[in-house]
């Protein structure tokens, strides 16, 4: 598998942070990213709800009207 490739960027971060990590070997580079990755995730699921609302709410509709279209066996009285 490839690893994606790398490109240097400027943050701009509080220094009392940035001086903190330091002194407790926080990577800051790699937590940063971290933080992104984890950013990007949660666009992308709001980003998926928003555009699948419409059909969403239809399904919970229908279950609320007609129930499940299957009951598992766990669930049977």
């Known amino acids: 598998m490839d690893t994606p490739r790398r490109r240097p960027v400027n ?5 009392d942070l940035l001086s903190e990590a ?4 926080v990577n800051a580079s790699r ?7 984890m950013a990007v995730k949660r666009a992308r699921e709001e980003e998926w709800l928003k555009s699948n609302r419409a059909a969403i709410d239809a399904h919970n509709k229908r279950v609320e009207k007609s ?11």
Do not use: M, Q, V
């Open 11 to 15: 943050l701009t971060l509080p220094e």
């Open 22 to 25: 330091k002194t407790l070997n």
């Open 31 to 37: 937590e940063a990213e971290a933080g992104i990755r």
């Open 67 to 77: 129930g499940t279209l299957l009951t598992p066996s766990w669930a049977k009285d």
